[in-house]
């Protein structure tokens, strides 16, 4: 009900905001949260309101979160994974922006509407059971453009374990107040183009050994809160993928 702050220190620090009550309601005053530097560890924060069968609207920025029931709201900085949980209402969601590492919005069940207005780092959507409604750009008359989408999109219509047609999900890409000339590839998984700035689909990550000759080093990936075992950076790749699916990582490797 007061202004509230809460600070990470070194290490991967998890932060679950709603978590008792599976939704932020009780969120009712400025909460800061800050996150440590990325060389003090990997720090998480959750923003849980995946109980809340509500019809909410919140809105999701580069450092905060408004909306969603709350009378106050969420500052962060900090964090290398920002996760937010909509409800089971019909929801209206926009991320007007995001910070530059990874964000992922899952919007639960109910026929959802989010628009994503312009991102700094990888961003994923995920819908839900529902026929959910997906905008990239801002649909405002003067700001149509996708120029704002400045790193990798990914938008998924249904959770990965929603059994197919069971909803109808619809997205809608708008960049109609470009006045540049741009050209577009559309494939069956992807659009670049229209402005956006190029990022790589396939995103590689290089784990280096400090000192090769001595014992096999250990290593953990983590993505939206999700961490794997310790791996070795010697070992096999099929134990790394094998690891990876169990834990809903990838689907398929190539």
């Not at 905001?17 to 932020?24: A, F, H």
């Not at 983590?222 to 169990?246: D, P």
Request: charged share 15%.
């Amino acid at each position: 009900s007061g202004l509230t702050n809460v600070d990470c220190g070194a290490g991967d620090d998890t932060v679950n905001v709603g978590e008792s009550s599976r939704t932020l309601d009780q969120i009712r005053a400025v909460l800061n949260i800050a996150g440590a530097s990325p060389a003090s560890g990997a720090d998480t924060l959750n923003l849980l309101d995946d109980g809340d069968a509500s019809n909410n609207v919140g809105r999701l920025t580069s450092t905060e979160l408004t909306g969603l029931g709350m009378s106050g709201k969420v500052v962060y900085d900090g964090f290398e994974f920002v996760n937010v949980f909509l409800g089971s209402g019909n929801d209206a969601f926009v991320v007007e922006s995001s910070h530059g590492k990874s964000t992922r919005v899952h919007a639960g069940a109910g026929d959802d509407h989010v628009e994503v207005w312009s991102i700094s780092g990888p961003t994923t959507v995920i819908g839900g059971l529902g026929d959910d409604v997906f905008t990239v750009g801002n649909p405002q008359a003067d700001s149509r453009t996708l120029t704002r989408i400045a790193a990798l999109l990914t938008v998924i219509g249904d959770e990965p374990d929603t059994a197919a047609g069971t909803s109808h999900d619809t997205l809608n890409v708008i960049g109609a107040a470009d006045t540049q000339s741009a050209s577009a590839i559309l494939t069956q998984a992807t659009l670049t183009g229209l402005g956006m700035p190029t990022v790589d689909a396939i995103q590689t990550v290089f784990v280096d050994d400090p000192v090769p000759d001595a014992a096999a080093r250990a290593f953990h990936l983590q993505f939206g809160g999700v961490k794997t075992v310790a791996l070795t950076v010697n070992s096999r790749s099929e134990e790394h993928t094998s690891e990876l699916q169990s834990r809903g990582l990838i689907s398929y490797a190539v």
